[in-house]
């Protein structure tokens, strides 16, 4: 924004690392972990998508694992482990995760069973907002 701009005007270049989104962090093992600040960006670019039914939204906002029981559509040729952003059914991006099986292996599956590794979520803004620039 202009504001964040003018801002970062009155502080030397020399200690101006970036102004701007921080769309996330290293951990400690030099793995990049997206934040939720990223999701407005990412989401509509987004190759590989879940759309979770209504009564699932909540837990994954709360920071749970969407199990296949909660699981409303998700896009084909999904990879195990591929990155993907949670939608719900009314198409509004609630965050990111990690596909924990494949769509093959989504058919199959119990549905207690595990389908989407949570990463982040909107419901972090209110979680998290303290630590979230």
């Not at 690392?17 to 670019?45: E, N």
């Not at 190759?47 to 896009?75: A, C, D, M």
């Amino acid at each position: 924004s202009e504001k964040l701009l003018k801002a970062a005007a009155s502080v030397p270049r020399d200690s101006l690392v970036a102004p701007g989104t921080c769309f996330g962090k290293f951990t400690k093992t030099q793995k990049f972990r997206l934040s939720i600040t990223a999701l407005d960006f990412l989401a509509p670019y987004a190759k590989y998508k879940v759309w979770v039914k209504p009564g699932s939204e909540q837990s994954f906002l709360y920071g749970n694992h969407v199990l296949k029981s909660g699981l409303g559509r998700i896009t084909e040729n999904t990879a195990q482990y591929q990155g993907v952003v949670v939608y719900s059914m009314a198409d509004v991006p609630l965050g990111f995760g990690v596909a924990a099986k494949s769509t093959q292996e989504c058919r199959k599956v119990d549905p207690m069973a595990i389908v989407v590794f949570h990463q982040a979520d909107v419901g972090e803004y209110v979680r998290n907002e303290d630590t979230l620039t």
